[in-house]
């Protein structure tokens, strides 16, 4: 499976058709969420309509929350939520850690521990994650040199073969957390994203783009 990996579009969408022209062919989209710059929650389906199909998307914590109700209409909510695909179990959790911005989708440590400990209770075989927060200690870094992420994402990150995430603008690339593959795939509002490959058994492949 080859998937696009795209996150912190902040309802500006007009690099799509570039960043769909570097992927190629792809078996469907990754949404690491801020669909959109606060809102209006209706403004995602313009950027949901251009992506490639199956979407796997998570709000990001600049989304309102009912934006969440719009990925369902839509059969593309992953937030506290799990698909199989191809032998793969993909887990998504949207928002973020608490901000100093008081932003419209933030949630608290144990929120996000709870929600993955509960997602990751029945699963069998590998399982890729989709966080709008990156682990803290790795892809979170701001421009102060502090590490900004989710602890509980850090905490459970070894059940995952990988993580995408999104969030922090500054940090785009790719990292190891011990076996986990880290990517931040950047700020596709810029053109950036990344592909991700995956096989029956785990085996993960990153590459920015």
Do not use: W
């Amino acid at each position: 499976m080859r998937f696009l990996a795209v996150t912190d579009f902040h309802s500006v969408y007009d690099r799509v058709p570039e960043i769909l022209g570097k992927a190629g062919a792809v078996d469907g989209t990754l949404l690491a969420g801020d669909l959109t710059e606060f809102g209006p929650s209706e403004k995602a389906k313009e950027l949901i309509d251009m992506l490639p199909r199956p979407i796997l998307a998570v709000p990001g914590n600049c989304d309102p929350r009912d934006i969440v109700e719009l990925l369902r209409r839509e059969d593309a909510n992953l937030h506290e939520n799990k698909i199989r695909l191809g032998g793969v179990t993909f887990i998504g959790v949207g928002g973020s850690n608490p901000t100093p911005f008081g932003t419209p989708f933030e949630l608290q440590e144990a929120e996000i521990k709870s929600a993955l400990e509960r997602l990751l209770n029945d699963v069998k075989g590998p399982a890729i994650l989709i966080s709008h927060a990156p682990p803290k200690g790795c892809r979170d870094r701001i421009p102060s040199g502090a590490h900004v992420g989710s602890e509980a994402i850090a905490q459970m990150g070894s059940r995952f073969k990988a993580i995408v995430c999104g969030h922090i603008h500054e940090d785009r690339g790719i990292s190891r957390m011990g076996e986990t593959i880290v990517v931040n795939p950047g700020v596709a509002s810029a053109g950036n994203a990344a592909l991700l490959e995956a096989d029956e058994s785990g085996n993960v492949k990153v590459e920015l783009i």
